[in-house]
């Protein structure tokens, strides 16, 4: 029985790692399972991609027709960082993303 609930418990800190990278879907993560260490690596590195895509919809709307195509950039790197970031759960690893996952070490819970 102690295998079994072992690996519940993986599957969950799996499942909460891989919402912890799509948007606001993180809070999930957060509620459920904050005090894993596994988990709240990934929370710390989906935190960073929200914060940018909070601040992306803020600007937009400021945006001039110039800048469109860098805002578009910008919303498809989250998206490829993201995608990284799930693979690097179900790999089971604690790997910065890169270019920003450094900035996950300013949230501190």
Same mark, same amino acid.
């Given at each position: 029985?102690? #295998?079994?609930?072992?690996?519940?418990?993986?599957?969950?800190?799996?499942?909460? #790692? %891989?919402?912890?990278?799509?948007?606001?879907?993180?809070?999930?993560?957060?509620?459920?399972?904050?005090?894993?260490?596994?988990?709240?690596?990934?929370?710390?590195?989906?935190? %960073?991609?929200?914060?940018?895509?909070?601040?992306?919809?803020?600007?937009?709307?400021?945006?001039?027709? #110039?800048?469109?195509?860098?805002?578009?950039?910008?919303?498809?790197?989250?998206?490829?960082?993201?995608?990284? #970031?799930?693979?690097?759960?179900?790999?089971?690893?604690?790997?910065?993303?890169?270019?920003?996952?450094?900035?996950?070490?300013?949230?501190?819970?």
């Amino acid at each position: 029985m102690d #295998g079994e609930n072992k690996n519940t418990t993986n599957q969950t800190n799996t499942l909460m #790692g %891989v919402l912890a990278y799509l948007g606001p879907l993180v809070i999930v993560s957060y509620l459920v399972a904050k005090d894993d260490p596994f988990v709240k690596f990934h929370i710390k590195q989906g935190l %960073v991609l929200l914060v940018i895509q909070v601040v992306l919809w803020v600007l937009m709307p400021m945006m001039v027709w #110039g800048l469109w195509s860098l805002m578009r950039l910008i919303n498809l790197a989250v998206a490829v960082l993201a995608i990284i #970031g799930i693979i690097n759960v179900v790999q089971k690893k604690e790997k910065e993303l890169p270019l920003v996952g450094s900035f996950a070490s300013y949230f501190k819970f």
